[in-house]
């Protein structure tokens, strides 16, 4: 009982500051789309007499006092009371009524419609949409496409060997994470962790490092371990490795989040310990899914360590990333090939063993 | 009434759910030996917290529970394992282990008392496999041991749940609806099974029931519960349209062909 109201007094607490963020990060991105969008339809050229390119206007930008202006308008706006002038914010955090008035009586629905069309304009600016070019260039990537359509078959030895080398790469790196997987993401997994305060600390413990080690490309990964171990397969073993535990750790902690808890429930009330719970309520339930998920994963890895060697980690990569650079399409088209064609098999054979398994 | 015949206590039990729900109120109760209690009331009206709290699946919130004498609130660790382990318990849904064999679900019902090297490893002695042999032969599944769980159709999964809980050697049965999501025609075959343990061998069962038809056949006493409190204890035999509509309300009817009116 003490628990839930501290817990909501706590929210009481936080809800004002929930409220004005949210709305002060809207109202600042849509006031600097605006500038933005002000200033590349004003023509405003540069001193060479060309129009201003996006990284330029971003540049001109004034955040500063964009912050200032969304701060007060969020305090002011956060403090609108009923149904059409609540802010975003307010309506997010506290909820609205689902039997209110439609968006388009409300000022956050036409707040958020029009926040909606200059994201889009923005976007096409910033990301310098040339439809043009789009439509009427494709002769100046025909030589390329020539050649990717006619292979040659200079390169296919060696692309052979390597893409050997590249699947047991992506086996490797896969069958060293799952152990590891494995037991971390029982210490991942919400259900099985909300006891105590430590097995709650050390669900987001292993949440934050998973998910930080995530949010690292594997290419990045990939340069860290080429100078710890020099360049070669291994380096890209061990990237992918790392990756792949964390991805790996996430998709099972879901799966153990989802399980069905009545044979949790059963096991328990035989009087089974913590362990043997794990063992015949958790476990079972698992193997199915947590087995699609690796073969998936191995998968990906294939996918994965092609990129991985363009920087040295060993694979296809290696040998492709010199072609692509001087433009040897046909042997481009070779290797392209063969990382197409193993991509393929794998995944229609992950298909099968999913299918006959689950 | 001697206290060592008393099976379970349960007294001033509240448990409340974050919301706050208050699942159970202030329930307080006395279950003998070798009673048949069976448990009424609405979805919701805290049958299920109640034999959760009884084996511990569910903390009460305040007040405390002993089982043959022995405090269930507090237990902590092997302690708890142990009481748990003189609990068997089945549930609506029978929550077998569905990928396992029938043979290993039963085998399950002796965790306790099997070493965690050997239970990791799902290797029971032979002596656990042939008490779990005839626990499946007391169900009348003797041949289906090698079966996966899930090939089974509900009432035979449910009398596996039984044998798996009858592994235990529990000297105190608690049931959650057992029969709820099964085929009327077939919920005899497990209520039976229950009906022999509480007559035979003075197993004490508590069961939660829904269907108003099995009340008098099996229970020797009925207690109601409505919004978490305890608002009906008699026996099965005072049990009429009346106290029907006071445990499930004023909009609750007696389904036709019952011969309380």
Request: hydrophobic residues 50%.
């Amino acid at each position: 009982m003490t628990k839930g109201t501290r817990r909501s007094a706590w929210r009481r607490v936080l809800e004002p500051f929930q409220v004005f963020l949210i709305d002060a990060g809207l109202i600042g991105l849509g006031i600097l789309m605006v500038e933005l969008l002000v200033i590349a339809f004003s023509g405003r050229r540069s001193p060479t007499g060309f129009l201003l390119p996006a990284e330029e206007i971003l540049d001109l930008l004034h955040y500063g006092r964009a912050a200032l202006g969304a701060a007060l308008a969020a305090l002011v706006w956060g403090r609108a009371e009923g149904g059409v002038a609540i802010s975003p914010g307010a309506a997010l955090i506290r909820g609205v009524d689902a039997a209110g008035p439609p968006w388009t009586r409300t000022l956050r629905g036409w707040f958020s419609f029009l926040l909606a069309e200059a994201t889009f304009f923005t976007g096409w600016l910033v990301t310098e949409v040339q439809l043009m070019q789009f439509l009427t260039q494709f002769d100046k990537a025909q030589d390329m496409i020539r050649g990717l359509l006619n292979p040659s078959s200079a390169v296919l030895h060696q692309g052979l060997v390597l893409l050997v080398q590249t699947i047991f790469l992506a086996f490797m790196a896969t069958a060293f994470a799952i152990p590891i997987a494995f037991v971390i993401a029982f210490m991942a997994a919400r259900n099985l962790t909300r006891g105590t305060f430590w097995s709650r600390s050390l669900y987001t413990l292993t949440r934050t490092v998973m998910n930080l080690t995530r949010a690292v490309e594997p290419l990045v990964w990939a340069l860290i371990f080429i100078s710890w171990v020099g360049i070669g397969p291994f380096a890209g073993v061990l990237a992918l490795w790392l990756h792949s535990i964390a991805a790996l750790t996430k998709l099972y902690s879901e799966q153990i989040e989802n399980i069905d808890t009545g044979p949790v429930d059963a096991i328990t009330a035989t009087g089974g310990s913590m362990l043997q719970v794990m063992r015949y309520g958790v476990v079972p339930q698992v193997i199915p899914p947590f087995l699609s998920f690796t073969i998936y994963r191995w998968d990906i890895n294939v996918r994965m360590s092609t990129i991985i060697g363009f920087v040295g980690g060993g694979g296809i990569g290696y040998i492709l990333k010199p072609r692509v650079d001087l433009g040897q399409w046909g042997e481009v088209g070779t290797l392209v090939l063969l990382i197409a064609g193993t991509v393929w098999a794998m995944d229609i054979l992950s298909a099968k063993i999913r299918e006959k398994i689950v | 009434m001697s206290e060592n015949n008393i099976a379970i206590r349960v007294e001033h039990v509240t448990t409340i759910f974050p919301g706050p729900v208050r699942a159970l109120d202030d329930v307080s109760l006395e279950v003998e030996r070798g009673e048949f209690l069976v448990v009424i009331g609405l979805s919701g009206s805290g049958k299920s917290t109640l034999l959760r709290c009884i084996n511990r699946l569910q903390d009460p919130t305040e007040g405390r529970i002993w089982i043959f004498g022995e405090e269930m609130t507090g237990a902590k660790g092997d302690q708890l394992r142990k009481l748990r382990a003189s609990i068997g318990m089945i549930f609506q849904q029978f929550n077998l282990v569905k990928r396992h064999s029938v043979m290993t679900n039963v085998l399950s019902g002796a965790l306790s008392r099997t070493s965690l090297f050997r239970s990791l490893t799902m290797r029971f002695s032979p002596d656990e496999v042939r008490r779990a042999q005839a626990c499946l032969d007391r169900v009348g599944l003797g041949d289906r041991g090698g079966s996966r769980a899930d090939a089974l159709s509900g009432g035979q999964q449910q009398r596996v749940a039984v044998a798996r809980a009858l592994m235990q050697d529990p000297k105190l049965f608690l049931a959650d609806e057992p029969v709820a999501s099964l085929d009327p025609a077939l919920r005899h075959s497990v209520m039976r099974h229950l009906e022999v343990l509480n007559r035979e061998e003075g197993l004490t069962v508590v069961c939660a029931l829904h269907d108003v038809d099995l009340i008098q056949r099996y229970a020797t006493r009925l207690i109601g519960l409505r919004d978490g409190r305890l608002v009906y204890e008699g026996e099965p035999q005072g049990f009429n349209a009346h106290t029907f509509k006071e445990i499930y309300g004023e909009e609750a009817e007696v389904a036709s062909g019952l011969a309380w009116t």
